[in-house]
């Protein structure tokens, strides 16, 4: 391990005699007789025990020179052998002496601050050896000595890292005595200012020091002082001093007394002048960021501008009084829920805890296909599966009638059986000239519920479709408009937006992730702070007002403020604010009959001007982190360009950051919100635009698009079915689609075929604000009635039973995540309420019956959007990989398990580009045991059952990384992943010469396991962010290495001497800036070495105290 035979290397031996012919011990070579005994400890136990000076300051020496020449790990290395106490004592008994030497104290006080820096115990070991108000004491004595103080104040500094002793530091008075060495600009003993500046902070890790330091006034000070600084440091020579100032300010606002001192005293004003200098200034970066971290974290908490925290919209419950849910707020009191399903939310686990919620109970991970139910009620799905009962007696008439399907009146589009609703104040469209059919004139599409206004919007409908006419498949915007009848909304929306109504074409180019600007957050908080600071340019207008029919402002009253609106399905905004000319703040509804849940937002803005760029705040959201951080613009939809021809969502804004803002619910302080920021340069003037989280897909959308399918199928060919599972709570249907092949004939060979295909169930947007979700399914749905030799294959492979929209209700109006309980639907199916989640309940009854006809399905897919991950990616259930990630000790050989479940992703590792393999997951997690991936899987025994998670940003990988995603990228993902299907059923499918040259990427797969391993759901793809998304935490900002430069830095310098040529005195100095003490012979050579092991120095003993 080390070489006695090489010069120049330090050995044990050398270092041993060294001490030795230093303390004049034995000249005998020392032996090595006991196994554990370690050079180190023997010239820690000699350090305590020595009498002499001489002998003390070379041991101190040689540890120093150890210590400075490598790693930490040696000075972790030497902590682990009773270092830090060694040295402890070693202080405590020299210090105790008569008369202190300091020739001893000095370096001593320096070891220690070196060591204690690394030594997370350093305080509670200084407290028990007495240390602590010896070392005190030493400052108070030596108050005037800049280089001794500077010595105690790093110590003192760094026993703080134990509050407790802080706390008695405080008590004896320490923060007096520190503080009166933390001086006004000057120009002598810098260092020991630093080091006093340092030490005060250190000492504020205690509340009650932070109470005692605002009751002296202290804080004041600081800031006087800090200004003091800053008009007089103006050759910039003294940043560290300035920055150690603001560190005491981070420490004083960790607390609430600290926070309102700096306020109180016009710490905002002064840090935020202060800092506009310094950003004008080259080199003054290292101080702007503490000055507005510390800005954001005094800035008072403010409750949200509204009058309750509660959704604009309640709904009454089946069962539950009418005000029920206020209870919701007393489980949400103090802090937000986690309410992550398959997405990671809010506070990321760590492993640790990620490890804790697999399931490892084999009972519960082994598939157990037991009704919830009583077996009679499942005869009520029987018809749910038309094409096991049909005959197909068109094959042989050739007649197309249809007689099955539930679901055509609305086909028709009967506009005058909904009963009128209110039509808002806008007048009305018909009374509208022709030729003033200008943008801002048509945004608002009434429904036409009354007889009187029915011919007017429809021929105008007619007039633009004429005029400007779209060309967007399976969408057609009077059927639109007529299905938008049949929806039922809480509000009783009477309006559409008009990209749901217009329709929507994905734009031509691909839209790259934005590159974020730097410092962007620091400039948006900046500018935030600056309405504090100056109040008086803050217009603060309310300009919409979801709660308030009459908005204050109208378009006459204030021609310059932009309007907003979003009374129409899937709007989302129940507030805005005019803050600043160009600038508004903009505040989401939560869910229905809830309080929480803020992310998914759409709405309209028109009375804009060209060119000018606007700054939006979302300032509710709730989650900790957003891709928003990492590249993802939102949406937006411009009437105008529709009307040129250019009917797209397209990704916009810049300047886009999230972050932790000062707002907080009404109903406490605990918690605070995030703001989503992002600036929009409209193209046209008075446009009117619509801006989202994500590209809309309303229920509407998903209805008139079932309709638009069905009408193109060619019902020979394909058995296309739309049938009404269940009704919502707010009366909406659920649907549920079957698609398959029609038999060839009516021979029984083709209708046995037929019946004994295997199921595959596809269900999606459980949550509302996941609307990609809904564009993944309508590219399964379009792909799977095409006829690409792929999907016939497909469709003569299986029966499709697909459920596009578990969660109409909440999609209708514009929840982010619940149903109209107030309820997460993908926390209910573990015994999902028959009145309160009618579709959950449903939906796995009838999986239930499919699984009690002997049908299980093969394959069950849960689509999703996950907010916080690049790709798209499943997760997946199986018992042996949960056992082996948990570390169980449970022998999993012997338990039987399919492979089969991870097939799908490896097909789609190779076809889909937007899919990544490494992202996938199969582990079985406790706290989602609720979710219909994991009952599906346990209760009704599918091997394969999933949650497809699609990125609401883009990809990092693939053709597409780099790049946002659109909707034509989502919608392939959708025909990929039926594609996918395809493999299971290799052997059992018809080949024919189309689908060979169609898929043979599909066909030409081998079962062997590809090398991918599956990642924790928990990870974090996201490095953290560039900026600091929250401003409470305040780590140190000093390095320990900064903190070892200092105290060289004392031991050299030129100030003041009286010791240096006394420490000089032993030898040449070397010309290294490690060298510390005193000069040495010692080379580079890990402590580690310095322990011996029995057997490798012969003949060595030092058991009879030779040194001691
Ligand atoms: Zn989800």
């Known amino acids: 391990m080390y070489n006695y035979s090489k010069l120049g290397h330090f050995t044990w031996t050398a270092t041993l005699r060294e001490c030795g012919s230093l303390t004049n011990g034995a000249r005998s070579r020392p032996t090595m007789a006991t196994p554990s005994s370690g ?4 010239l820690l136990s000699t350090l305590q025990n020595a009498g002499d000076i001489e002998s003390m300051l070379n041991i101190l020496n040689v540890l120093d020179e150890l210590l400075s020449a490598g790693t930490d790990r040696r000075i972790h290395h030497m902590i682990s052998k009773g270092g830090s106490e060694a040295l402890l004592m070693a202080l405590v008994n020299s210090a105790r002496s008569f008369t202190p030497n300091y020739t001893i104290l000095l370096p001593l006080l320096h070891l220690l601050a070196k060591v204690g820096h690394r030594d997370r115990q350093i305080g509670l070991k200084a407290q028990k050896a007495d240390a602590v108000l010896v070392v005190l004491g030493l400052l108070r004595q030596n108050a005037m000595n800049a280089r001794r103080a500077a010595a105690c104040l790093w110590v003192l500094r760094v026993f703080c890292s134990s509050v407790t002793t802080a706390d008695l530091l405080g008590k004896n008075r320490g923060l007096d005595v520190v503080f009166k060495l933390v001086s006004p600009h000057t120009t002598k003993n810098l260092r020991t200012v630093k080091a006093a500046a340092d030490a005060f902070a250190a000492m504020l890790c205690s509340k009650v020091n932070c109470r005692t330091a605002v009751a002296k006034g202290y804080i004041a000070d600081l800031l006087k002082v800090y200004e003091d600084w800053h008009n007089n440091d103006t050759n910039l020579k003294n940043i560290p001093i300035r920055r150690a100032l603001l560190h005491c300010m981070h420490r004083a606002a960790n607390s609430s007394v600290g926070r309102d001192a700096i306020v109180a005293e016009g710490g905002i004003s002064l840090l935020f002048q202060t800092t506009q200098t310094c950003l004008s200034m080259k080199g003054l970066e290292s101080l702007v960021e503490p000055a507005i971290q510390l800005m954001r974290k005094c800035n008072p908490k403010v409750p949200l501008p509204l009058t309750s925290d509660k959704s604009a919209y309640s709904f009454p419950l089946p069962g539950r009084p009418v005000d029920d849910w206020d209870a919701d707020l007393v489980l949400y009191d103090g802090s937000l829920e986690d309410d992550s399903d398959e997405d990671t939310e809010n506070e990321e686990p760590d492993n640790r805890d990620y490890e804790d919620d697999l399931e490892t109970d084999v009972n519960k991970l082994r598939p157990r296909p037991e009704p919830d139910r009583p077996l009679e009620q499942l005869g009520q799905y029987v018809h749910l599966c038309p094409e096991l009962h049909h005959d197909f007696q068109d094959l042989d008439s050739g007649s197309e009638v249809d007689e099955s399907s539930d679901d055509d009146s609305a086909l028709e589009g009967d506009l005058n059986n909904k009963t009128p609703s209110e039509q808002g104040g806008s007048p009305s469209l018909s009374d509208q000239e022709e030729n003033h ?25 007619d007039r633009l479709l004429e005029k400007y006419g779209t060309c967007i498949p399976n969408h057609d915007p009077r059927l639109y408009t007529a299905t938008a009848a049949n929806t039922k909304s809480v509000a009783g929306y009477s309006i559409l937006a008009f ?37 008086e340019d803050i217009i603060n207008k309310v300009v919409f007002d979801m709660d308030d029919p009459s908005p204050q402002c109208s378009p006459d009253m204030c021609p310059s403020s ?10 989302n905004l129940q507030k805005a604010i005019q803050v600043r000319s160009h600038e508004y703040d903009l505040i989401l509804n939560a869910d229905v009959n809830s309080s929480t849940h803020y992310q998914w937002f759409y709405f309209e803005v028109s009375g804009m001007v060209a060119g000018v760029p606007y700054r939006f705040n979302i300032i509710n959201c709730e989650k900790g982190n957003s891709q928003y951080n990492y590249g993802m613009q939102p949406v937006l939809y411009s009437v105008r360009e529709a009307l040129e021809g250019r009917p797209h969502w397209v990704r916009t804004g810049s300047e886009i950051c999230y972050y932790r803002n000062h707002f907080c619910p009404r109903r406490g302080q605990k918690c605070s919100f995030y703001t989503l920021t992002f600036t929009v340069t409209f193209h046209h003037d008075d446009d009117v635009c619509y801006l989202a989280y994500h590209y809309p897909y309303t229920y509407t959308t998903l209805q008139t698009h079932l309709k ?28 549920l689609v079957t698609i398959t092949a029609c038999p060839t004939s009516r021979a029984w060979k083709h209708l046995h075929q037929l019946r004994n295909r295997p199921c595959v169930v596809l269900t999606a947007r459980v949550h509302p604000g996941e609307s990609n979700a809904s564009w993944v399914l309508k ?3 379009e792909f799977l009635c095409s006829s690409d030799p792929v999907a016939e294959s497909l469709r003569e492979a299986y029966i499709f039973k697909i459920i596009p929209m578990l969660n109409p209700d909440g999609v209708i109006n514009g929840n982010n995540r619940c149903s109209l309980t107030a309820e997460d639907l993908n926390r209910q199916w573990l015994k999902p309420d028959p009145n309160l989640s009618p579709t959950i309940y449903h939906t796995k009854g009838f999986l239930y019956y499919l699984n009690s006809i002997g049908r299980t399905p093969l394959v069950f897919c849960d689509y999703h959007g996950h907010s916080r991950k690049k790709n798209v990616f499943l997760y997946g259930c199986s018992m042996k990989e949960t056992l082996w990630q948990s570390g169980s000790p449970i022998n999993t050989v012997s338990l039987k398990e399919d492979p089969g479940y991870r097939t799908i992703a490896k097909t789609l590792d190779r076809i889909a580009p937007a899919f990544s393999f490494n992202s996938c997951n199969y582990l079985v997690e406790k706290s989602r045991a609720s979710t219909a991936r994991v009952v599906v899987w346990r209760e009704i025994g599918v091997l394969r059952s999933y949650t497809m998670e699609s990125t609401y940003n883009g990809c990092n990988q693939g053709i597409y990384k780099g790049l946002q995603t659109g909707t034509r990228e989502l919608e392939e993902m959708g025909m990929k992943f039926s594609q996918s299907l395809l493999t299971l059923r290799r052997n059992s499918i018809h080949y024919n010469s189309r689908l060979i040259q169609h898929a043979p990427a599909l066909l030409d797969l081998d079962d062997r396991l590809l090398d991918h391993k599956s990642n924790n759901c928990f990870e974090d793809d996201e490095p953290p962010c560039m900026e600091e998304i929250e401003y409470s935490s305040c780590s140190d900002p000093f390095g320990a290495n900064e903190l070892d430069m200092e105290v060289n830095g004392n031991t050299s310098s030129a100030e003041e001497d009286e010791d240096d040529a006394e420490v000089c005195r032993t030898g040449r100095r070397r010309n290294d800036s490690k060298s510390r003490l005193v000069p040495h012979y010692l080379q580079q050579d890990s402590l580690e070495s310095l322990t011996i092991k029995s057997g490798q120095c012969n003949g060595i003993d030092i058991s009879n105290g030779y040194l001691c």
């Open 708 to 735: 638009m399918l069905e009408k193109s199928v060619d019902p020979q060919k394909v058995f296309f079915r739309q049938q009404n599972l269940c009704d919502t709570l707010a009366g909406n249907s659920c649907s």
């Open 39 to 42: 050079g180190l400890e023997i």
């Open 499 to 535: 990209p749901d109504f217009w329709g929507h074409l994905p734009p031509q180019e691909q839209e790259p992730m934005a590159k974020r600007p730097p410092h962007v957050q620091r400039k948006k908080v900046f500018e935030d702070i600056q309405r504090l600071v100056c109040p």
């Open 437 to 461: 059919l200008q943008t801002s004139d048509f945004h608002k599409h009434y429904l036409s519920c009354s007889r009187k206004g029915q011919e007017g919007h429809s021929s105008m409908v």
């Open 779 to 781: 590219g399964t749905l």
């Open 562 to 571: 932009l309007r907003f609106f979003s009374k129409f399905e899937s709007g």
